[in-house]
């Protein structure tokens, strides 16, 4: 079955440090990943996508992902973080009709 | 604004009971996905219509239910609740297909005493 892991519940950073929030995948075949971003009290929103193409995708609010297929990874990256970041963070496979989401992670930025 | 519309936004009800769950997608999206939310489970899948049509179904409960409409609203059914039941439930639109994204609504928080 296709699946990802993000094997991180929280991750912690200084505000204008780098981030990077982890997640890898298990699937057959061409991998459809994503990345979503949950606010309080919200539903999620989608911030980028890699379907084919350039291993670097860039997305929303400055986010962009670096898919890695020996490593089966996507992780999400930020240049420099901003208090306004902290958030619930999903990556997710669309598999056979259905998107299927990690269990997220929590991104808490310090100022 | 995602543009995917959910009422009620919150429900308080008891065990036992039966709910409606509605849902309007974006303007022109086919697909309509519900999800549900709770501490312990994360996000789960539940199930996925394509112009009224179901094409996957994850692991709902027999007690679930879902359909959509000709003007391609969804409903989730919810009957013989539970406390377990109790969570945030999501839909979701998009175009069809893995090129698509998914655009959530703000959820309807189901409360179950």
């Known amino acids: 079955a296709q699946s990802v892991a993000q094997p991180e519940d929280q991750v912690n950073v200084a505000e204008g440090n780098p981030l990077t929030v982890k997640c890898t995948y298990s699937?057959?075949?061409?991998?459809?990943l994503f990345w979503y971003v949950q606010y309080p009290n919200r539903g999620l929103q989608f911030l980028l996508k890699?379907?084919?193409?350039?291993?670097l995708v860039k997305g929303s609010y400055g986010f962009e992902a670096e898919f890695n297929k020996s490593q089966t990874s996507f992780h999400l990256k930020k240049p420099s973080a901003l208090v306004s970041d902290s958030a619930l963070y999903f990556c997710?496979?669309?598999?056979?009709?259905?998107?299927?989401f990690g269990t997220g992670t929590r991104l808490q930025v310090f100022p | 604004d995602s543009g995917v519309t959910q009422t009620p936004k919150h429900l308080i009800t008891a065990t036992g009971q039966r709910v409606t769950l509605r849902c309007s997608p974006r303007?022109?999206?086919?697909?309509v996905y519900w999800y549900q939310q709770s501490l312990d489970q994360g996000l789960q899948f539940l199930i996925h219509?394509?112009?009224?049509?179901?094409?996957a179904k994850g692991n709902i409960l027999e007690r679930f239910s879902a359909q959509q409409f000709p003007d391609l609203h969804s409903e989730l059914n919810l009957s013989s609740l539970e406390l377990g039941d109790s969570a945030l439930y999501f839909c979701?639109?998009?175009?069809?297909?893995?090129?698509?994204?998914?655009?959530f609504g703000n959820g309807t928080r189901l409360t179950v005493t």
């Open positions: 979701a639109s998009s175009g069809g297909g893995p090129n698509s994204p998914l655009h």
């Open positions: 890699y379907i084919t193409g350039d291993n």
């Open positions: 303007s022109g999206d086919l697909s």
């Open positions: 219509y394509y112009n009224g049509e179901e094409r």
């Open positions: 699937v057959s075949g061409n991998p459809y």
């Open positions: 997710a496979v669309f598999n056979t009709d259905k998107l299927i």
